[in-house]
C-alpha cells in the first residue's frame, strides 16, 4: 500500500508495546497485506458479509484507516491528527477497527533482512464495500489529487509573491520542501517542512507564508467523495 498520508501523532489498541524504530513507510517493492491491496478489500468485503456487520448510514464516509504493522504481524491504530475528521467518519473508523479483527494476511516490512516495524494506511469506504467489488478494487487507484486553480506552479508563484527575499542576503539556490493537507473544503492546514534549506529563519518564512495562503483549492476525491489530501511541494529560490 503506498502510504500517501499522514504522519501519526500516537499509537493505540492491538498488541503490547514495541521499543523499537517504526519506519515511516514500506520499502519500495514490499506489500503491506498478502495478495496486496487487492485481496485486502476482497478480505475486508467477506468479513463484513459474514460477520453480518451493518453499514454506515453516511454513503459518503472515506476515511484513510492508518496502522502500523508488526514484525510479528501484529498490528495497532494510528490515532488521526484531525479530529473533525475523525468525528465525520466515525461509523467508517469503528467498523475498520472491527473488520481488523478478523483479517489475517498482514505481512511485516523487511529492511536489511531483518523485519521491522512499518506505518501504511487504506482508504475505507464502507458504502463501496458492502457491495459487490468489481475485478481489481483499490480506491487509491482512481483517487483523483487535489488541485490549484491555475496548476500547481501558479500556487508556486503564490508563494514566492508572498515572500521577502529582501530579508536575506544570499547567493546561489536555496532549496527547500514543505507538505501540508488540502482539506475537504479545500482549505490547507498542517504546513510543515519536510526538508530544510539550511537556513532556519528562511525556512520559517516559508512556512508561514504558505499557511497564511487563502485562496482555496479543490478537495482531492475518490469515486467524487472529497477526502483530505497530503500535498509535498519542492521549492528552489535562486538570488545572484
Known amino acids: 500500500m503506498n502510504p500517501k498520508f499522514l504522519l501519526f501523532l500516537s499509537l493505540f489498541l492491538y498488541s503490547t508495546a514495541f521499543s523499537q524504530d517504526?519506519?515511516?513507510?514500506?520499502?519500495?517493492?514490499?506489500?503491506?497485506?498478502?495478495?496486496?491491496?487487492?485481496q485486502f478489500y476482497k478480505d475486508f468485503h467477506q468479513v463484513l458479509i459474514d460477520k453480518?456487520?451493518?453499514?454506515?448510514?453516511?454513503?459518503?464516509?472515506?476515511?484513510?484507516?492508518?496502522?502500523?504493522?508488526?514484525?510479528d504481524k501484529k498490528i495497532k491504530y494510528v490515532k488521526s491528527e484531525d479530529s473533525e475528521s475523525l468525528e465525520k467518519n466515525k461509523c467508517a473508523f469503528e467498523l475498520t477497527k472491527e473488520v481488523a479483527k478478523y483479517l489475517t494476511g498482514w505481512n511485516p516490512a523487511v529492511v536489511d533482512g531483518n523485519k521491522v516495524a512499518a506505518l501504511?494506511?487504506?482508504?475505507?469506504?464502507?458504502?463501496?464495500l458492502f457491495q459487490d467489488l468489481k475485478e481489481g478494487y483499490d480506491p487509491v487507484n482512481d483517487m483523483e489529487m487535489a488541485t490549484y486553480e491555475g496548476g500547481i506552479n501558479n500556487f508556486r508563484k503564490?508563494?514566492?509573491?508572498?515572500?521577502?527575499?529582501?530579508r536575506f542576503t544570499f547567493t546561489g539556490t536555496f532549496r527547500l520542501t514543505?507538505?501540508?493537507?488540502?482539506e475537504t473544503d479545500g482549505k490547507i492546514s498542517n504546513v510543515k517542512l519536510a526538508e530544510s534549506s539550511g537556513l532556519k529563519?528562511?525556512?520559517?518564512?516559508v512556512v508561514k507564508s504558505i499557511s497564511q495562503i487563502r485562496?482555496?483549492?479543490?478537495?482531492?476525491?475518490?469515486?467524487?467523495i472529497p477526502v483530505r489530501y497530503r500535498f509535498k511541494?519542492?521549492?528552489?529560490?535562486?538570488?545572484?
Open 22 to 38: 517504526i519506519y515511516e513507510q514500506y520499502p519500495a517493492g514490499q506489500t503491506d497485506y498478502t495478495g496486496g491491496n487487492v
Open 52 to 71: 453480518k456487520m451493518q453499514p454506515c448510514e453516511n454513503k459518503n464516509e472515506a476515511f484513510s484507516f492508518r496502522i502500523v504493522v508488526y514484525p
Open 120 to 128: 501504511t494506511s487504506f482508504w475505507i469506504i464502507p458504502h463501496e
Open 158 to 166: 503564490k508563494v514566492f509573491q508572498s515572500i521577502d527575499l529582501s
Open 178 to 182: 514543505v507538505t501540508f493537507i488540502v
Open 201 to 205: 529563519a528562511f525556512d520559517d518564512m
Open 215 to 224: 485562496n482555496k483549492w479543490t478537495p482531492g476525491n475518490i469515486h467524487g
Open 233 to 240: 511541494l519542492p521549492l528552489a529560490f535562486t538570488m545572484d
